[in-house]
């Protein structure tokens, strides 16, 4: 753990992202995640921390959610990254309206998602749990070489990512919490969503206090420094109104600022809106691999595109390297054990075989590679990665056109990539009976790593090249081990050695020596760094401004810390009316940076986006939509909570409905607020089957019960269905019962 935290708090864009946007770690999930590593980043950056830090916040919620990090036994650095990156997305992670094509692009025919192919690769593994990490392990804090430096963290160097891919068979699920609300809480909520939330008020405005200008926030770039001095309290511009109105439009002042063009909001009618998900981890992360599949018999091509945030790259053997470096088979690599075996001889003679073939490879990998040949480089692992993969044999491709099993040729290219790419090396091997380690070592560039031989050739990227930020390696068997990880310090260049609570300076070679287990490298553009010191001169003129901008504080965060920032984009303190929603006006400062009209000029001509900002106000149609969503949310829940009750009190009901706990989940968190947007119609579809024409109840299924009054009452808002309807037994009667019954009946007539 100490090892794969400290390689992430040494990634400038995420660490500066949790320092500068604090305020942004939002969150009413639980465990709160994203608020233990925000907590344990401003520890271990501050000026005057500690000699070292125990995560314990953090790791007490990953094992929570994580059954698997439990207890002292040994775990895997790369899952504890995936498990970690994981949660802090889900937590992060905020809703993005997109234009999307309603009909897919296609290669000959639409695009298809093809399912993947198994990846058997070079010497390929698995990963293991092969760490020795306990509860009270410390994060040993980063070093600085002045210790007079009084402001915090990092480098403001463009340095590379990398992106991790055999996530096609080798992808970690994560471990998800599942809802198991009982009556009991909703019937909590429906009192707390009596006292529901503050309104804002519709009379007057409501005053913030923008407390960071943008020469506060962009720090001396030539030193790389994210903490920014304090202005003074007597600047102008400093209050901003947050008003609950837009402001009113004058033909008069349309000329006023010429530069800014307005983009037509027109779509195309062949799209669509489609909503996504973004958060800090995706944008630095997260990458894209277009993935064809072409048939050998008709030769039609499918394509596919792939978000991958890791590379989990194979190791070739010797063999394997002849092939690649061997310029006759440039054109017809194929990864092993692709193809081929399928027509290897079966039985008890293979078997033995494949069993000695393996003992061998175990005893080929405890010896040094020096020993049996040339040393394998990470642009070889990154070509036995993209190789072309033949589908033949029990591999062959399933062909939309020919509607059987064909054989094809699988290639993929990387689209767009990451601003941090993770590559993990695949050193471990489960088999049936034991677990080898892939001993060889790996040489690695420090600075400079070109992936333009990876790039698609229609991918609009423009920086391919890469610096090594990090590097988590293992040291031990498979069965057992330990994590160090070397790690550069963006303030004054160094790299060092975290192991545990000893931190060491290093030199280069020793980096380059390592062992290395899992990568990080950083984007690296000089021209980004140029351009960063252009607009700190530019702070330093001070030219007086009658305009000021508010420009998104997670953008300008993209400004300082990547190589590609994109376009300015201000929407995620905006919504679609181009107003404050209302549940954001509380922490608006936390959201926002004010630029003087000189700086936004510059940057908007260099970026483009927007929309520009120069007034902030409260949407009036969010808050009244607001209003209505929670009067309705209130409605629903409470008769809900009544209905239940009345179903809960009845004795014997004679009917029961069920209902898909899977869409109740959905409503019931948008009646408790959790979820912003109501469930769709009532979806029994996965838990019933039909039988003589009915829908009853699958056996097993994920269902609960609600009385009839309820389903009417839910249907009738979301409609759906179909109706699922239990009818308990009724217990049969005794004659003799029957006849005594009737004998005091007819007595009682007779009387």
């Not at 994560?174 to 009556?183: D, E, H, P, W, Y």
């Not at 092993?336 to 175990?362: D, L, T, V």
Request: proline letters at 6%.
């Amino acid at each position: 753990m100490n090892a794969a935290l400290q390689a992430l708090s040494n990634c400038p864009p995420l660490t500066h992202f949790f320092l500068d946007c604090g305020g942004l770690a939002r969150t009413d999930k639980k465990p709160a995640i994203c608020k233990s590593y925000l907590k344990l980043m401003t520890e271990l950056w501050h000026k005057s921390r500690p000699g070292s830090v125990v995560p314990t916040g953090l790791f007490q919620g990953i094992k929570t959610v994580n059954p698997t990090f439990r207890g002292y036994s040994q775990q895997d650095a790369q899952e504890f990254l995936r498990c970690l990156m994981d949660l802090l997305h889900e937590e992060l992670k905020e809703p993005v309206v997109e234009l999307e094509d309603a009909h897919p692009m296609s290669v000959e025919e639409s695009m298809e998602e093809e399912k993947s192919q198994s990846d058997v690769g070079f010497q390929t593994c698995e990963s293991c749990g092969t760490c020795d990490k306990t509860e009270n392990d410390a994060i040993f804090k980063p070093v600085l070489e002045d210790p007079a430096e009084t402001t915090m963290l990092i480098q403001d160097d463009d340095n590379n990512s990398i992106a991790s891919k055999d996530w096609q068979k080798e992808k970690i699920p994560s471990n998800k919490l599942k809802q198991t609300n009982s009556m009991e809480d909703l019937e909590k909520d429906a009192n707390a969503a009596s006292e529901t939330t503050e309104c804002l008020n519709n009379q007057g405005t409501v005053k913030v206090q923008i407390h960071s200008r943008f020469s506060e926030y962009i720090s001396d770039v030539h030193m790389n420094d994210i903490s920014a001095a304090q202005t003074s309290s007597s600047n102008e511009g400093m209050n901003s109104r947050l008003s609950n109105s837009p402001p009113k439009s004058f033909p008069s002042c349309s000329s006023l600022a010429p530069v800014h063009k307005k983009v037509s909001t027109v779509s195309s009618p062949k799209r669509k809106k489609c909503k996504k998900y973004r958060s800090v981890i995706s944008d630095i992360f997260d990458g894209t691999i277009i993935s064809s599949v072409q048939c050998l018999t008709c030769d039609r091509l499918s394509v596919t595109l792939e978000t991958f945030q890791d590379l989990s790259l194979p190791i070739p053997g010797k063999e394997d390297l002849a092939k690649l470096h061997s310029a006759s088979h440039q054109t017809s690599l194929v990864k092993a054990g692709s193809c081929g075996e399928a027509y290897a001889p079966q039985g008890w003679i293979a078997f033995f075989m494949e069993y000695f073939k393996r003992c061998f490879r175990f005893v080929v990998s405890c010896v040094p590679s020096w020993f049996w040949g040339p040393v394998v480089t990470l642009q070889d692992c990154l070509a036995a990665f993209f190789a072309r993969d033949e589908l033949k044999g029990d591999n062959m491709y399933s062909c939309g056109r020919c509607k059987k099993l064909r054989n094809g040729v699988k290639f993929c290219k990387v689209q767009k990539f990451p601003e941090i790419l993770c590559i993990h090396l695949k050193r471990f091997r489960h088999e049936l009976m034991f677990s080898t380690k892939i001993g060889t070592h790996v040489s690695f560039p420090l600075e400079g790593l070109d992936l333009q031989p990876f790039l698609a050739k229609d991918s609009p990227a423009q920086i391919v090249t890469y610096d090594l930020l990090s590097v988590i390696c293992h040291h031990g068997t498979a069965s057992s081990g330990h994590y160090i990880a070397y790690c550069r310090n963006n303030l004054n260049n160094l790299w060092y050695e975290f192991d545990d609570q000893s931190v060491t300076e290093v030199s280069e070679s020793t980096v380059q020596n390592a062992e290395a287990y899992v990568l990080f490298y950083r984007k690296s553009s000089e021209e980004a760094q140029r351009e960063r010191r252009r607009i700190s001169g530019l702070l330093n003129m001070m030219e007086p401004s009658l305009l000021q901008f508010y420009v998104s504080r997670q953008w300008l965060n993209k400004f300082k810390t990547f190589a590609e920032p994109g376009p300015i984009s201000n929407n995620d303190f905006l919504c679609m009316h181009g107003g404050v929603p209302p549940h954001k006006a509380n922490f608006i400062e936390d959201l926002v940076v004010m630029l003087p009209q000189n700086i936004w000029d510059n940057l908007y001509s260099r970026y483009g986006g927007g929309p520009a900002v120069n007034h902030l106000y409260v949407c009036h149609t969010c808050q009244i939509e607001s209003e209505r969503i929670e009067k309705r949310r209130k409605n629903e829940l409470e008769m809900f909570i009544r209905l239940n009750r009345a179903f809960q009190e009845e004795e014997s009901p004679s009917t029961f409905y069920c209902i898909s706990m899977q869409w109740f989940r959905e409503w019931e968190g948008f009646v408790k607020a959790k979820d912003s947007d109501p469930p769709g119609p009532i979806d029994n579809a996965k838990i019933a089957v039909t039988k003589c024409g009915n829908a009853v109840l699958k056996q097993g299924a994920d269902s609960g019960q609600i009385s009839e009054e309820t389903w009417n009452f839910l249907q009738s808002i979301y409609g759906g269905g179909p109706e699922i309807i239990l009818r308990p037994p009724v217990p049969p009667v005794e004659p003799d019962i029957l006849q005594t019954e009737e004998k005091i009946e007819l007595e009682t007539h007779g009387l």
